[in-house]
């Protein structure tokens, strides 16, 4: 994690679980005092080790009833077509993660629409359009029993 700091991972788990912890909170479980605890998260914050804080939202009361991973192979492997598919993703609100990859394929996408018509849409509509796109290969998401994104 952060220079083999014990101190500094510890501070990194605890708000990887609640960004919205208090200092004092924080300090207490990490065994510091509040003014040393916020200066590791100040110190953390500078070095981008810690590069931002995000609310985790209920995909359920989003209106969100579909979540999938795509993977998405291209026909061309130049730069010049890998961002046209980048700007393209980009665009897409439904679109949470892109990630560029090895292997079979090009990119693992995490996308998250409304429905299985919404998704399709999506599939035909923009991925089955783009250019150089030469396959599609969705994992639809059927329960998360562990997710330690924020």
Not at 95 to 113: D, F
Request: charged letters at 20%; proline letters at 4%.
């Amino acid at each position: 994690m952060t220079n083999n700091d014990p101190i500094n991972d510890h501070i990194l788990r605890e708000l990887a679980m609640n960004g919205r912890i208090t200092n004092l909170q924080l300090a207490d479980r990490v065994g510091l005092s509040p003014s040393a605890c916020l200066r590791r998260v100040q110190e953390l914050e500078r070095s981008g080790v810690i590069t931002g804080y995000r609310a985790v939202l209920s995909p359920a009361a989003m209106g969100i009833g579909v979540t999938a991973y795509i993977g998405v192979g291209l026909s061309e492997h130049s730069k010049a077509a890998q961002e046209r598919f980048e700007r393209a993703v980009s665009r897409s609100p439904e679109v949470i993660e892109c990630h560029n990859t090895t292997g079979t394929i090009e990119y693992m996408l995490r996308i998250e629409c409304a429905d299985l018509a919404a998704y399709k849409t999506f599939h035909t509509d923009l991925l089955g359009a783009l250019p150089h796109v030469i396959s599609i290969t969705s994992y639809m998401v059927l329960d998360s029993p562990k997710d330690l994104r924020a």
